[in-house]
């Protein structure tokens, strides 16, 4: 006779085998997910947290000073975007560790790159900035990693919205308009807080492909870089209507 009060789980009539082998698989992918979630957002903030530390360093000791004043700005302006095209189209033929060392490499001479704004900005104002930033970078992430909605409709409009507003900024450095540069800011904010809820969806959703694969471990290192840009570009835009002006 069975005895209906057993703990232990159940092989014959009237057990689930396959119920608990579906909620076992499901719990397993759970735990991975977060795994791989908590992964991007370690090497993200660590990256953010790397440059601001370059950036700072790099304008105190006056070195930056030096760099701006000489035709040497423009490679470090440009420095960046060099690390994030050979990441990009080089990830097939990287391996994991060199993705990794170039995206600590990015990390670094973005710093440098972004060490500007303290010539610009007061430090308090630049600091508030950044700590806004972060609390709308959060619950904009957690939004597109909760929501049952799919955001992949939107991705297409924030990708021309985006494409729109560097076309914008070209044209504006020949016309130096203060309300095209106000309205590109504006933009700019919403692009790139659009595109954090977006990403976030689109990296958890690619997990169900990745899960176990060897490139895994490449695909942390570029989402992180993904979440990177959307949180330095919404900084930088923000910071052109809360900075204040030295």
């Known amino acids: 006779m069975a005895n209906w009060n057993d703990p232990q789980p159940r092989t014959g009539f009237g057990a689930s085998p396959s119920l ?58 440009l420095a960046p ?54 609390g709308a970078f959060a619950g904009l992430s957690l939004f597109g990693y909760t929501t049952q909605k799919s955001l992949s409709g939107m991705g297409t409009f924030l990708i021309m919205g985006l494409v729109g507003i560097l076309i914008a900024s070209l044209v504006n450095i020949f016309l130096q308009s203060p309300g095209l540069a106000w309205g590109i800011s504006f933009l700019g904010v919403l692009i790139f807080a659009g595109l954090t809820a977006y990403d976030t969806q689109r990296l958890k959703d690619q997990y169900a492909y990745l899960a176990g694969t060897d490139f895994a471990g490449k695909a942390v290192v570029m989402g992180a870089l993904t979440l990177y840009l959307d949180f330095i570009n919404m900084f930088t835009f923000l910071l052109q209507f809360m900075g204040d002006r030295r």
């Open 81 to 134: 975007l060099a690390f994030v095209m050979v990441m990009s189209f080089g990830i097939n033929r990287l391996s994991t560790t060199a993705v990794r060392g170039l995206f600590w490499a990015f990390s670094v001479v973005m710093g440098m790159s972004l060490s500007s704004i303290f010539f610009v900005y007061t430090g308090p104002s630049i600091a508030a900035t950044f700590f806004a930033t972060a």
């Open 20 to 77: 608990s082998g579906v909620n076992s698989r499901s719990e397993v992918f759970d735990a991975g997910l977060r795994r791989y979630m908590l992964s991007i957002y370690n090497y993200m903030a660590s990256g953010v947290l790397l440059s601001g530390i370059v950036a700072l360093l790099f304008a105190s000791s006056g070195a930056a000073a030096a760099v701006f004043g000489t035709p040497l700005r423009w490679l470090v302006a």
